[in-house]
């Protein structure tokens, strides 16, 4: 009888990625699916991706706060690497270092090889808003509200002049507003006149339009309601594919981060706690963060949700007073933040 609850229970979890799945056509989905699938590789296949962006021992401060600690991790060419963790963990802190608009106070970041973090040339800071480009969590704080949507969509052409005359610059700004399901007619309003996720379109033309090599998707699904999300996670997905854009894809919701994402990366208050491929991870969590995070998904069914037991992460019950903790490997690609005691009985666990 307790198995076939269990059972019920997983099944009904599923339900929140099919909520998303729905609003998705036919084509699109198996298209994900089989990019998923293919992307699901060994850790030698994975060892062999070229890394777009690298994170090495960086430590982001701001006074005596130390906000993110010791964060080291790959992101690989063309794949979407998402960052979850609870409200202020860090996830955003990460992506604003990245564009650099937050300062490393310790460690480096590279991007294709060379150090972007710190005191870099002009020419490179160029470079690095060029291909770097960052989609934000609210689109009505993140757009001039005194500019006509042509404008904003613009104005990285215009810094950058990626067009070769006024016309060409014209229909860019017309295509990419077509593909993210608005009308040129739209290009002479203002953000106000738009609704949440029209506004969200228009930050992602902005973005888009100058084909960037990196995007940082800093929860831009989350004010959303699940038919519109569905829609902005086709167009994230379609560009990703025409554009081979890579994405740190940040959010706190785990059904949307199991549909869209190829790695997942766990951060608690400044730590990274576990990172692995997404089907790995939601079959293997180990961290007891992670659990707590699956856990915490909604379920539903207002029966099986009502006698859910939610497990909640206590940080007492490690003892880091003298074996210290570090992010490791225990195969399987997938790396856990634990000490020598853990690192065994995770090992059990997993092998």
């Known amino acids: 009888m307790e198995e076939l609850k269990d059972n019920k229970i997983n099944e009904a979890e599923t339900q929140n990625i099919e909520e998303v799945k729905e609003e998705v056509n036919e084509e699109t989905t198996s298209e994900i699916n089989t990019q998923a699938s293919e992307e699901n590789t060994s850790i030698s296949e994975v060892s062999k991706k070229e890394p777009i962006v690298q994170l090495k021992n960086v430590d982001i401060t701001f006074g005596k706060f130390k906000a993110v600690k010791n964060a080291t991790f790959d992101i690989y060419k063309g794949e979407t690497f998402s960052l979850v963790g609870e409200s202020g963990s860090g996830k955003t802190t990460i992506g604003r270092a ?3 608009i937050n300062p490393v106070s310790n460690g480096e ?12 040339s002009r020419k490179e800071d160029r470079d690095v ?6 989609i934000f969590q609210d689109p009505a704080a993140s757009l001039n509200e005194r500019a006509t949507v042509e404008y904003i969509i613009s104005e990285g052409l215009y810094n950058f002049h990626l067009y070769n005359d006024e016309a060409d610059r014209i229909k860019k700004v017309e295509n990419i507003i077509k593909e993210v399901g608005l009308l040129p007619e739209h290009l002479t309003r203002y953000p106000h006149e ?3 996720g029209q506004r969200q379109r228009i930050g992602i033309a902005r973005s888009i339009v100058m084909e960037p090599k990196f995007v940082i998707a800093d929860e831009p699904i989350s004010a959303l309601d699940v038919s519109i999300r569905a829609q902005i996670l086709n167009l994230l997905k379609k560009f990703q594919k025409e554009l081979d854009i890579t994405y740190l894809f940040i ?5 949307i981060v199991r549909f869209i994402s190829d790695r997942i990366g766990v951060i608690y208050k400044g730590d990274m ?5 997404t089907e790995e991870l939601f079959a293997y969590p180990l961290h007891p963060y992670t659990k707590s995070l699956l856990s915490a998904i909604p379920v539903p069914d207002p029966r099986i949700e ?7 992460y206590d940080p007492s019950i490690h003892d880091y007073k003298e074996d210290k ?13 634990c000490n020598d005691k853990e690192f065994e009985e995770y090992k059990k666990i997993r092998n």
């Open 273 to 277: 706690v576990e990172i692995a491929e």
């Open 194 to 196: 738009f609704s949440g």
């Open 251 to 255: 959010a706190h919701d785990l059904s």
């Open 98 to 100: 990245i564009i650099r």
């Open 129 to 134: 808003v060029r291909n770097i480009q960052m």
């Open 325 to 337: 903790p570090s992010l490791r490997d225990i195969g399987h690609n997938h790396l856990v933040f």
């Open 306 to 312: 009502k006698n859910k037991k939610l497990f909640v």
């Open 109 to 120: 970041i590279l991007f294709n090889g060379k150090r972007i973090s710190g005191k870099i």
